[in-house]
């Protein structure tokens, strides 16, 4: 196995940001309802998974990375539900706090065969007091210390207050900001990771989102004048990644064409994961941006919220050449 890969294994790696309970229902189409126009889905099975920032932390532990989730649940079913199935995949949730009063927020995605027909939110917005008395920040705090890299998740489902910020900036280890578009905040991190529309829109540029890959140096510029971060590294969907430095340098990756493309959703949290680990292994930037864009076209290729593994990535590797 190649050592950046090997070198992932067992590195302690916080995932603090806002979690979600991501429910599956499949099934088939066959016929239109006849009380309005549209389809009639005859369902065959469902599934949960871990989804958000707890998406982050699975993708993590598939890594054999050593995952510690810090965030807030609701006090309900859907929470303790949600917390065992991060168990179950050796994911720390010492600090996963259950807050009395909330609902865990739930999506259900109802998808025939391979068509995502509709999806359902119930979501929870968590107030300014309930993160401030859920002893949130203080959990981070004890964790720090033994952990080898950070990452900031942010869904904008309210876990994200500027105290945070005030706290990572003492940290001296690698911190990954993966921001969230209507949360305009100041970022103080190692290196940000927006999708190319979240970039666009945080960095103020006045480009339409058809036209926002041509203007990828006037964004970045932007984005650099907006937030505190040393580097900032956009996915591209299927252009790969483009990573951005203060000086103006863009160096960009095409992504890797082994799988067709069936599902983007949770490929982001993927490239977050793969670099966090490879940065808290020592792995310089640019191939650990190259590692994680790999990763990324490995979960596209998979319908859900999906992972990687180490194997994965791997066999991967070995067949788009290596990393520079």
Known sequence: MHPTIESIKDKRVIIFGDVVLDHYVWGDVERISPEAPVPV????????MPGAAANVAMNLAALDARAIMIGIVGDDADGQHLRELLQQHNVDCTYLLAAPGQRTTRKTRIIARTQHVVRVDWDTLLSYSVVRHSGVLNAFERALPACDAVIIQDYNKGLIQPALFDLVKTISKPVIVDPNRYHAITYRGSIATPNLEEARILSGVACSSADAIAHLPEIATGFFARHDVESLLIT???????LCARDGAVQRCPAA???????????????CAVLAAALAAGTPLWPACQLANIAGGIVVGKMGTATTTRAELQELLDAVGFIA
């Open 41 to 48: 889905v005859r369902v065959h099975h469902e599934n949960d």
């Open 236 to 242: 591209l969907g299927d252009k790969g990644i483009a």
């Open 257 to 271: 064409k082994a799988h067709s493309v069936y599902d983007v959703s949770g490929a982001g949290d993927t490239v």
